[in-house]
């Protein structure tokens, strides 16, 4: 049996609202943006997803990961900037200079 919402014990049911123009240009407007928006939103996780995995499997991934604050998303944006070549700085000095935060 449906539910009936009733204003009050005496009054009769709630009228349903008639569809009109502006609902359907709602509803249009919300798929034409929603849609694409979630497709968009599940690529980006799954983007996100593969490069976790290819980071983890990287060899400097442990020690770029050792550094405070650093996650296996934030550790792959850190090792493509800074890149994978250990011949590149003198020092750890000189490589901890390129990944230190900047804090402001």
């Known amino acids: 049996m449906p539910l009936t919402v009733y204003r009050n014990r005496w009054a009769e049911p709630t009228p349903r609202k008639p569809v009109t123009a502006r609902s359907r240009r709602w ?6 943006w929603h849609l694409p928006l979630a497709a968009a939103c599940a690529s980006a996780d799954d983007l996100a997803e ?3 995995q290819a980071f983890d499997a990287h060899a400097d991934a442990e020690i770029v990961t050792g550094c405070p604050g650093l996650g296996p998303l934030g ?3 850190v090792l493509a ?4 070549d250990r011949a590149r700085f003198a020092d750890a000095g000189a490589a901890s200079d390129n990944i ?3 804090v402001g």
Request: charged content about 20%; cysteine-free.
């Open 27 to 32: 509803v249009g407007w919300w798929l034409f």
């Open 50 to 52: 593969a490069a976790v």
């Open 75 to 77: 550790g792959a944006r």
């Open 81 to 84: 900037e800074v890149g994978d």
């Open 100 to 102: 230190r935060p900047v």
